[in-house]
């Protein structure tokens, strides 16, 4: 994994390894290697713009013009600046005590893999001793509810459903009420998936979000989009509010790049990966994995180490 | 078309003389509509040659070079297999999770029985929850039959019996649906190579046709899917789904100049109509903004 990008940081810098004088050139040809390599990797032009001047004042300050080899310290520089972007330190959800009902709304584009995300949650929360129950609230996409039934069967999680039900609000209702009666601490909502620039559709979330008042609304996005991610979550976030967002597909060869456009857009955290299609593929997510990832550069930090 | 091609739009703008900083701003444009970063410095420069050579030095003008540009892109992926023609036609369609296989499927299949075919929907998606259930209910829509085994069941024997109940009489357009897989995972894509096999032997008279499903919204993976499934399978064609999000699709210049690989049907929403035939000029010129 130690490919081109690190390769051509170090010829960047070759010439002056050892030295005490740095040129701006030694940078700037730097700088354009990451540019390039983080486009390849799908982040979003505008956010590259920003990552990249963050990166550049921060390289010519002292660090990297009296560094031993400042080809090596720049790769950490950049490193541990993409870390810093991605949100350093790790975000759980944030839910109410178990005595009360916490509701998380997920939602996203068609197929981004909200329902998938939903079964997953839940089964990490049912792990972690709460009460979860699934509802179903996409009532658009043929079979969006066996799907969840299915899946809810699979994991030993109650679903809540409404047999040809049609307005996603009153299902929501009664899925509270039966929630109250059973002891349950926590609301998963699916919901149907719909682009951002579909008002109607967006107008239904909307409703959704005033009547669940959700602890947490989780974007979740495809790791694998590309430049209009931005676009995506910007909207989102305007329209209705995230509180943070789940990452899928990320067991697919992606650089992912989306994350940092996701990250830097919204301010949002990031609070999960999707690794797979089963319900346990669902990890935390770890900036400094992905980091290296979006590089292409493997694990960056221990081969600064070790240098 | 889109905000996008109005932003071409506005920055070519009618009677603006070309300047350095109006190359560079392309640059940006292309690069934020999927285009690729060293495929659009490339194509930047191209432009700025061709605008040079041809005495171009108006916006509009540039715009409609660019267009021919983009267009001759396109026109180096291999021509298309048609699916229309007599005897009986298999249509595969493959890809990753969640890019709208199953409903291109369904999207097909009524687009074909439109067209005066007789055709059979495959349940080849055993996998996923309620991937069955789900192209059920958009045959009992349509009214088109479709061959299904029960969850788990082996999919290459699924796509068998509907090759059966098609050579039976019972229609004479197959369109299989098969489970979202990852490129990268060997053990999946070894699956989609043995019902490949199955087709090939059952039905050696029949035209064969495998499409790669590709989310428009997808960055620069999409064509590392392309490459290997293209690899694995040798498929004839894609299909661009979701074109109606706030993508550009961009991707697609790189899959026909890198891969050869045309786009056969763009599809711009989740209703049954909403799917067309792909034509170059048209996208080329949509692209830059032209209509
Ligand atoms: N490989 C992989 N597949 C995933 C992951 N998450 C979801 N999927 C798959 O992606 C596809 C779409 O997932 P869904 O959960 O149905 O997506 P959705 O957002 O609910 O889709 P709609 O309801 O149609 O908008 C399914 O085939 C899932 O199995 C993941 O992390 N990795
Ligand atoms: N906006 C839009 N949505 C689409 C389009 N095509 C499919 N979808 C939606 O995308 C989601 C996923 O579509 P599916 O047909 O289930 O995708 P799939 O590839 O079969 O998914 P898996 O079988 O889980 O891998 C559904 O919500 C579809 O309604 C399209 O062209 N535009
Ligand atoms: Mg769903
Ligand atoms: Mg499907």
Redesign the interface.
Known sequence: MFDKLTQKISDAFRFVSGKSSITEKNIDDAVEAI??AL????V??RVVRRFVNATIEEAKGEKVLRSVDPGQQFIKIVHDKMVSFLGDARQDLVLKGPDTISAILMLG?????KTTSSAKMALRLKKEGRKPLLIACDLV????V??L???AH?IDVPVYKEEGATDSVKVYKGALDWARKNLIDTLIIDTTGR???DEPMMQELSRLKEVSNPDELLLVA?A??????V??AKAFDEKIGLTGVVLT?F?????G??ALSLKTITGKPLKFVGVG?KPEDFEPFHPDRIAGRILGMGDVVSLVEKA | MSVFSDKIKNFFGIGKTLSGEVFEDLT?LL????F???GAYRLADELKDACKKEKVADGEGARKILAKLLEAMLLKAKKAVPPEGGGLAIILLLG?????KTTTAAKLADKMRGEGKKPILAAGDT?????I??L???GE?LGVRVVAHQHGGDPAAVVYDAVEAAQAGGGDVIIADTAGR????SALVEELKKIDRIVESKAKDARYIKYLVL?A??????L?QAEIFHQAVSIDGVILT?F?????GG?VFSLAEDLALPVIFLCTG?KYGDIKPFDSKTYAEEFSGLV
């Open positions: 540019k390039m486009l390849e990797a799908d979003n032009l584009l068609q197929g981004s893999g996409r043929p079979a969006a066996e799907q039934s299915v899946l699979q682009l951002q620039i495809d694998m989009t590309g430049q209009s991610a676009d995506i597909k067991d697919s060869d992606t650089r790049g989306a299609e | 940006d690069v934020e509509g999927d690729g970063a060293a990753v999770n969640g890019v709208g996998f996923r929850a309620a991937a259930d789900q059920k209910i958009h829509r990852m490129h990268t995972k989310d919204t997808t960055g620069r993976n999409a590392a979701k109606d999000s706030s993508a550009k991707v989740e």
